[in-house]
């Protein structure tokens, strides 16, 4: 057996045995539901696309959320993260991310993931990671279901208050060869989910409590019946006079005649109660935001009929200007585009803007946070309903705008890097390490920094912001007219503007990215456009 020599001492001896290097991480584990089903339909096709899902997805979420992707074991992978919040947060991601990637494909043929995240202490080496804590998040991912996220409770008491998500809790599971049972939280992603699992479960509550009553109610009637006959024989035994029976009988004669008109009257005050139907009518008005006031009709026979404020917008009145830059591929080449008179939304749209549209029954949930922000957590597709829902109940072409009108109205006659100049200058933004603004959940309130020169707001940082564009790596081929670049159902879009978690680079008016079309992302927003006539 070969000795080592210790280089300090120039002695030789047997390996020293240093302590492993210990630390406390948030462990994501990561497995496909049904893998060995799918590689028996097509072996070569799931192979590639599941190494393209690690390569595309799951590695560059990793990385985005501040966490190391450890190691991927065909099937599945290990990731371990400093913050329990980006932990779950790219488990979110990755998750939603592929929603949109099956959309298109036969529900045989899906790749989904069960995605298991604990805080433990764990030994790290460069390629591996061991320790209880990897076990236990490996065995929540065990008994998740294909597309969701379990945590454990150690992770949950750390993010509970820090994502605008909901958790189901599932109590305390044993699992196999863990000596102590483990708090199970299933993890909701969108936020009016949390309400749908508690509005299900009331429902099974007061199903069990109608079946209850139903079954009192039904012994009570059983034994009513049944009790007259045993009084009737009790009755008659006692009797001893005959001359008696007519005494008994003779208040019970005159009994029923005083109380008659009041058992008449209850039942018209307790049907009258109900019968207006304006009580449907305050239930569904009762959500809106104070804004938007309640609908004055009972029951409006059309959405025109419920006054809603209208975003604040600017008239811009078009024109020539150089889109793009050299700083990036995507921003390549820079050209000469025309846009045409249009109007911009002042601000990205709010909380309470969007949740009068979700009032509506017309945009897909309601967004939390302070009424004056901007909403987040929207998907394309989410955007796309609210405009469509504006556009039809104010009877004007409200839209998205087009990437170039975007670029457009973000530079405000400028064309230096930044709307301001060349050099960044704090404090102009809403962006990571921007101002002296704290990074919270949610972007500060619309309207809360300096306006660019055209007069709007967070045209840089705050929020991601859609376009209507399909995502394209460069701008070779794009219309030089101002118009959107699209195509049918493209898997990507087109965001702008960076976001209060990013840095100043994603603030430049010519910076651009992409998203895929159905997924919600906790930094990403929206403002609207109108064509003028």
Known sequence: ???????????????????MPRRLAAIVAGDISGYSRLMQID???THSRVKRIERDLIDPSIREHHGRLVKTTGD???????SPVEAVRASIVIQQNLVGRNASLPKHHWIEYRIGVNLGDVIIETDDVYGDGVN????????????????????????????????ESL????????????????????????????????????????????????????????????????????????AEAPKARAPAAKQPVPPQPAPSAAPTQQQAAPRPESSPAAKQAAPLPPASPAAPEPQPSTQAAAPVREPEMVSLRGGSFAMGSNEDASEKPVRQVMVKPFAM???????????????????????????????????????????AWLA????????????????????????????????????????????????????????????????????????????????HRNYQGAPADGSAWVENACASHVIRSGSWRKDSDYARPSNRGSYDTNVRYPTHGFRVALSLK
């Open 345 to 387: 939304g002042k601000f990205p749209v709010t909380v309470q803007e969007w949740n009068a549209c979700a009032a509506a029954k017309a945009c897909g949930f309601a967004a939390a946070g302070k009424d004056d922000a901007p909403v987040t957590n929207v998907s394309w597709s989410d955007a796309k309903q609210y405009v």
């Open 43 to 45: 072996e070569e096709g």
């Open 76 to 82: 599945g992978f290990i990731a371990i993260f400093d």
């Open 392 to 471: 039809e109940i104010t009877r004007k072409p409200y839209r998205l705008p087009s990437e170039a009108e975007w670029e457009y109205a973000a530079r405000g006659g400028t064309q230096t890097r930044y709307w301001w100049g060349d050099q960044f200058q704090p404090g102009m933004v809403n962006c990571k390490n921007c101002s002296d603004i704290s990074a919270n959940e949610q972007p500060v309130k619309v309207g809360s920094l300096k306006p660019n020169p055209f007069g709007l707001f967070d045209m840089g940082g705050s929020v991601d912001q859609w376009v209507e564009d399909c995502w």
């Open 171 to 242: 109590g305390d599971r044993k699992v196999k060869n863990i000596t102590d049972p483990v708090r199970v939280y299933r993890v909701l992603p969108d936020p009016s989910a949390l309400h749908e699992v508690r509005n299900r479960r009331e429902r099974i509550l007061i199903l069990l409590l109608f079946l209850a009553i139903a079954t009192i109610a039904g012994g009570s009637l059983w034994y009513m019946l049944a009790q007259p006959r045993k009084a009737t024989d009790q009755a008659s035994a006692p009797v001893s006079s005959p």
């Open 1 to 19: 057996m070969a000795q080592i020599r210790d280089i300090k001492s120039g002695r030789t001896g047997e390996p020293s045995r240093e302590p």
């Open 136 to 167: 236990i998040a490996t065995r929540l991912e065990g008994i998740a279901h294909a597309g969701e996220v379990y945590i454990s409770g150690g992770i949950y008491e750390q993010i509970k208050h820090k994502l605008v998500c909901g958790y």
